[in-house]
């Protein structure tokens, strides 16, 4: 069964930090990843897409993939109160717009 | 160009009965996929549509079902309510079936069944 793991946290980081969340998966075949930001009574936002091993750098937004790994994060630079939100991971495999979830990280930031 | 509109917005049902939630994705997009989020299982897939044709599954009972129509637009129903089925319902609309293609949400229906 395709899994997709996330510490539920919540990560405290103070402003101006770097938040570091990570993701791990299952399924070998897996072959894109996203992370959405997700605001309490609010639908999921992407926030970063991934498909190559390495990073990919979209404003204070970092993602990082490993393949060998099965491992996923997002780094967050300078964070602000308002990245306060749930993020999570999801893959998806060829063929398919399935995204599999993980379960969240709550990250809090304070000012 | 507008987003993923998803109605009713909030419901509240009773056990036993059912619900048929609706889903106009975006203008183009021809791939809709639902999910199911409740605080204890995280973001759950529920079934995901191209073509009018159910491509992919997830594991839930038969009560939970779902179509598309020609024109993209997708329902969901669900039969018997149970007090378990009280979630957030999430659409998602992308272009096509490629992987890597952005998936955009839908601002949810929140059900409550009492």
């Known amino acids: 069964q395709k899994e997709v793991e996330q510490n539920s946290g919540p990560l405290s980081v103070p402003e101006g930090a770097i938040a570091s969340l990570n993701c791990t998966y299952s399924?070998?075949?897996?072959?894109?990843f996203f992370w959405y930001r997700q605001y309490s009574g609010k639908s999921p936002e992407l926030i970063m897409s991934?498909?190559?091993?390495g990073d990919k750098e979209d404003g204070r937004f970092t993602a990082q993939l490993n393949k060998a790994s099965q491992y996923v994060s997002l780094l967050i630079r300078d964070s602000q109160p308002s990245d306060s939100a749930t993020y999570l991971c999801?893959?998806?495999?060829?063929?398919?717009?399935?995204?599999?979830f993980g379960k969240g990280t709550m990250l809090l930031v304070s000012p | 160009k507008a987003g993923v509109t998803q109605t009713p917005r909030y419901l509240i049902k009773t056990r036993g009965q059912q619900v048929t939630l609706s889903c106009s994705p975006i203008?183009?997009?021809?791939?809709v996929s639902w999910y199911q989020q409740t605080p204890g299982q995280g973001l759950q897939f529920l079934f995901e549509?191209?073509?009018?044709?159910?491509?992919n599954k997830g594991n839930f009972p038969g009560r939970f079902s779902g179509r598309q129509f020609s024109n993209s637009r997708s329902e969901m129903n669900v039969s018997t309510l149970e007090l378990g089925d009280s979630a957030l319902y999430l659409c998602?609309?992308?272009?096509?079936?490629?992987?890597?293609?952005?998936?955009?949400f839908g601002e949810g229906s929140w059900l409550t069944v009492v």
């Open positions: 549509y191209f073509s009018e044709t159910q491509r």
């Open positions: 999801a893959a998806q495999n060829s063929g398919y717009s399935t995204l599999t």
């Open positions: 399924d070998r075949v897996s072959q894109s």
């Open positions: 991934i498909y190559s091993n």
């Open positions: 998602a609309s992308s272009l096509d079936l490629r992987s890597g293609n952005t998936i955009y």
């Open positions: 203008s183009g997009h021809r791939s």
